[in-house]
């Protein structure tokens, strides 16, 4: 099982809205074949990993396989794994966690077992549900999973007084973002941070595709020139805006290959995130990075909206400047929005923190 999460990791960035999956074919004690589902879709893992053991003579009849999610029984892109299965002569099935999706949610094994099949599950069943995260955010909450990710000084500020910014943390930690990106559907900035950094949100040093780009302004007025707009010849940049706003916007010439979103107003000001995130399920995103800044960072820790936090802490001290994170309206400490199953990790000169957030009611 801990080899099939391996192969699954594979299809890290690429099998969304589809899970990563990995799974092995063992026979008479020895691994006869394996395969990971490579995107979206592909044959899935199981698929991958029966052709390989029957073009070695059907290799597959009496086999046990290993897999990380539950095989799905229904018809999308692919036939369902389980008749797969059944045909294949395979005697046993282990698999890690059960699928969360209701076309699934158990009836796979059912139907493995009611087809004479031996079927345990349960084995690694933290670590699949870790690696899938996203996946199962998604049928948890109805949304997209959203991972919060800021980098900042010892003393807790994101830029100088001045409002420089770039860059804090070093390069080994840069890589880590850029990981993070590639593995994401899109990425979510503010105005003030396109204004101030003139990001270009795409995936470099590492290899992936570039997200999706958002940038959320209730007014629509962004910079006269800026990559979000210029570099827009993929048709990726999108505007999370009011309605007012985007008439204004819209008039720009420039504008002409933008996608909006018309976002509902809050009733405290500004944007109503829980809105955004809906339209962002629907344009069929399953995961979004927010990078800054903290204005956006704050709004969504209050909103409780945020499901992972990754913090890279750099060994720099500033003093003032702008803070990581604004007022979350804490009065009393037992009130903090504490991280569990918390992960940390040195990266070159920097510390990364991984967490998801337990907000205190």
């Not at 037992?334 to 992960?343: A, F, H, K, Q, Y």
């Amino acid at each position: 099982m801990a080899r099939a999460l391996e192969l699954a990791a594979r299809g890290y960035g690429h099998t969304s809205p589809n899970p990563m999956v990995g799974a092995v074919v063992v026979k008479n004690g020895r691994v006869v074949a394996e395969g990971y589902h490579r995107r979206a879709g592909s044959d899935h893992a199981e698929i991958v990993a029966l052709k390989k053991a029957q073009k070695n003579g059907r290799k597959t009849v009496g086999a046990t396989v290993y897999v990380n999610l539950e095989p799905c029984c229904h018809v999308g892109r692919t036939g369902p794994c389980t008749l797969a299965l059944i045909k294949a002569g395979v005697k046993r099935v282990v698999y890690a966690t059960t699928d969360p999706n209701p076309m699934v949610n158990g009836k796979g094994a059912r139907s493995l077992r009611q087809s004479g099949l031996e079927v345990k599950g349960g084995v690694l069943r933290k670590e699949a549900r870790r690696l899938n995260e996203v996946y199962f955010g998604v049928y948890r909450t109805g949304r997209p999973f959203v991972t919060l990710k800021m980098a900042q000084s010892l003393d807790g500020r994101i830029a100088t007084v001045t409002g420089d910014s770039q860059w804090i943390s070093g390069p080994p930690a840069l890589k880590v973002v850029h990981q993070l990106r590639a593995g994401n559907d899109a990425i979510l900035i503010g105005r003030g941070t396109l204004k101030a950094d003139n990001p270009a949100l795409t995936v470099r040093n590492v290899k992936g595709k570039n997200p999706y780009r958002i940038v959320v302004t209730e007014s629509g007025r962004l910079p006269g020139s800026c990559q979000f707009l210029d570099n827009n010849d993929d048709q990726r940049s999108i505007v999370a805006i009011s309605a007012e706003g985007v008439k204004r916007l819209a008039k720009r010439t420039r504008g002409k290959n933008l996608t909006y979103w018309t976002i509902k107003s809050s009733p405290t000001g500004g944007l109503d995130l829980a809105d955004l995130l809906v339209r962002a399920g629907e344009f069929g995103l399953c995961s979004v990075l927010i990078e800054g800044g903290s204005g956006l960072a704050t709004s969504f820790l209050k909103a409780q909206l945020v499901d992972k936090v990754v913090m890279v802490v750099a060994p720099i001290i500033i003093g003032r400047g702008t803070d990581t994170i604004g007022d979350l309206g804490i009065r009393k400490l037992s009130r903090n929005v504490g991280l569990d199953d918390v992960d940390i990790q040195q990266v070159g000169r920097d510390i990364v923190v991984r967490g998801y957030p337990n907000y205190r009611r």
